[in-house]
């Protein structure tokens, strides 16, 4: 090794390194979204010990490299070594063609060493690469237990990402000049990854089981809480796959790239483990519900992964799944207590959350157009729609508000469950109410993207809420009735 520390070149691994993701997962996936036959690779890819770059080539046109997520202190780390006169040189297992790619990024990168068809750069082979090329010594930063063998031939280190049992293990080696911890997987992040915070949209199912007269009925509660928690398990597990399918979109999103699996805090891997294992309890726990209450929640599943995959693109039919979506709650609250079906019911949340999904869309919309773009990052709607969305929106609210006040007529009040049903007559107003505020704010610019996270967190729509559960309960038990 050679005396002069400042003249060793800076040797930087790429998958959890240089970036904070892995290049053969997201050459997985992308190879996936061009067509269901990468499904067969998936086992050679992820688990296999040899590359996944060799199982399947990438199509590097087609991976937007661009977006892949960095650890901002570690690039600027090396921004400062580069200006301090030291050499950087990616040293990958990733194919050639992949890792041009990205050195492309970052124009402190003087020279890549990849794999290619005749030559491998794992393991013990990319230590003797880097020693015949760096003689005189180098400094390697990485973070995996694949790394080990590199830093037994360098003349320093530096761990970026890399877990505790890496880290013990490198340290026993030499001191390293540089540490980078790893963030913890944290309650907080899974929590996020599997937006906890969306499971109140299933308090939907309980709704039947209230409208229903089965208030008193313990058996009945204990199935609608039991099929809560599994449509809590599988809608997330939906939303994980999801952000999956649509990680390149996220990327470019200015709110979604902060997500757990599109800012790399959450592994692809540990996305496709969280996925697996929410599928399994949600429709574990629907099947011990019943044979009715099983297709429901899988018709859900299917809906939703059909919505992800192949129906989020297409305009106005991907508001109207969502709405599909939100009424199959209910349709499952009612399969779960087993109570009479009302269509009034049903057809009252389609129109509902037809205007709330078209209020998300034309936030998008207005946002897009704001920031100069032509369309709406992986949606069909193009920044000029504007016009569209706030007319359908606006048209599905007033339809909403209408079968509402049918329902009330039609339906709730003729079935003498309320003591004083007058009280009812509040709702719809405060609907109105509700529905005005949030296409006020969107047409404004003002909204989140999520109208129901909104109202969650807004306090005049949190006040509407409990007035409308106020007046319903004063009508169920009969306040004021002569």
């Given at each position: 090794m050679g005396s002069d520390a400042s003249s060793w070149p800076l040797v930087v691994d790429l998958d959890g390194t240089l970036i904070n993701t892995n290049s053969g997962d997201e050459s997985f996936l992308n190879s996936l979204r061009q067509g269901p036959v990468a499904l067969c690779r998936l086992p050679i890819e992820l688990f296999a010990g040899r590359s996944a770059d060799k199982a399947c080539p990438a199509d590097v046109s087609s991976l937007d490299v661009e977006t892949w997520p960095v650890r901002q202190d570690f690039i600027d780390y090396l921004k400062g070594q580069v200006e301090g006169g030291r050499t950087v040189v990616l040293a990958t297992a990733?194919?050639?063609?992949?890792?041009?790619?990205?050195?492309?990024?970052?124009?402190?990168?003087?020279?890549?060493?990849?794999?290619?068809?005749?030559?491998?750069?794992?393991?013990?082979?990319?230590?003797?690469?880097?020693?015949?090329?760096?003689?005189?010594?180098?400094?390697?930063?990485?973070?995996?237990?694949?790394?080990?063998?590199?830093?037994?031939?360098?003349?320093?280190?530096?761990?970026?990402n890399a877990p505790g049992s890496v880290v013990r293990r490198a340290a026993q080696l030499r001191e390293p000049s540089a540490v980078f911890p790893r963030p913890p997987f944290t309650l907080h992040l899974l929590r996020r990854s599997l937006r906890l915070h969306q499971w109140i949209k299933n308090a939907l199912i309980f709704v039947p089981l209230v409208l229903g007269g089965k208030i008193g009925d313990a058996h009945s509660w204990f199935n609608a809480f039991l099929g809560f928690i599994?449509?809590?398990?599988?809608?997330?597990?939906?939303?994980?796959?999801?952000?999956?399918?649509?990680?390149?979109?996220?990327?470019?999103?200015?709110?979604?790239?902060?997500?757990?699996?599109?800012?790399?805090?959450?592994?692809?891997?540990?996305?496709?483990?969280?996925?697996?294992?929410?599928?399994?309890?949600?429709?574990?726990?629907?099947?011990?519900?019943?044979?009715?209450?099983?297709?429901?929640?899988?018709?859900?599943?299917?809906?939703?992964?059909?919505?992800?995959?192949?129906?989020?693109?297409?305009?106005?039919?991907?508001?109207?799944?969502?709405?599909?979506?939100?009424?199959?709650?209910?349709?499952?609250?009612?399969?779960?207590?087993?109570?009479?079906?009302?269509?009034?019911?049903?057809?009252?949340?389609?129109?509902?959350?037809?205007?709330?999904?078209?209020?998300?869309?034309?936030?998008?919309?207005?946002?897009?157009?704001?920031?100069?773009?032509?369309?709406?990052?992986?949606?069909?709607?193009?920044?000029?729609?504007?016009?569209?969305?706030?007319?359908?929106?606006?048209?599905?609210?007033?339809?909403?508000?209408?079968?509402?006040v049918l329902y009330l007529i039609e339906d709730a009040i003729p079935r003498e469950l309320y003591g004083n049903p007058t009280w009812l007559w509040a709702i719809p107003p405060a609907m109105f109410l509700f529905l005005g505020r949030v296409w006020l704010l969107s047409q404004r610019g003002q909204l989140q993207d999520d109208p129901v996270a909104f109202a969650l967190k807004d306090r005049w729509s949190l006040l509407l809420g409990l007035l409308s559960g106020l007046c319903f309960v004063a009508a169920l038990v009969g306040v004021g009735r002569p």
């Open positions: 990733a194919d050639r063609s992949v890792a041009d790619a990205v050195a492309a990024r970052f124009p402190f990168i003087s020279e890549v060493m990849a794999s290619s068809a005749d030559c491998s750069m794992r393991g013990r082979a990319k230590a003797a690469r880097l020693r015949e090329r760096f003689p005189l010594g180098f400094i390697y930063a990485g973070g995996s237990a694949a790394d080990l063998v590199v830093w037994r031939e360098a003349a320093s280190s530096i761990l970026v599994a449509l809590g398990f599988a809608a997330s597990a939906t939303y994980v796959a999801n952000d999956l399918w649509d990680l390149p979109n996220d990327r470019r999103h200015w709110t979604k790239r902060s997500r757990p699996l599109a800012s790399g805090d959450l592994s692809i891997r540990m996305g496709l483990l969280l996925a697996a294992a929410g599928m399994a309890i949600g429709l574990g726990l629907a099947a011990v519900l019943g044979p009715a209450a099983f297709a429901v929640m899988a018709l859900y599943v299917a809906l939703t992964l059909g919505y992800s995959f192949a129906l989020k693109p297409v305009p106005i039919l991907d508001v109207l799944t969502l709405a599909s979506l939100f009424t199959l709650r209910l349709g499952f609250g009612i399969v779960l207590v087993d109570v009479r079906l009302s269509l009034w019911l049903l057809v009252f949340s389609m129109f509902l959350f037809l205007s709330l999904s078209l209020a998300k869309r034309h936030t998008e919309v207005r946002r897009a157009n704001e920031l100069g773009l032509g369309s709406v990052p992986g949606r069909g709607y193009l920044a000029t729609d504007a016009p569209l969305t706030l007319g359908m929106g606006l048209a599905a609210m007033l339809g909403a508000i209408l079968i509402l």
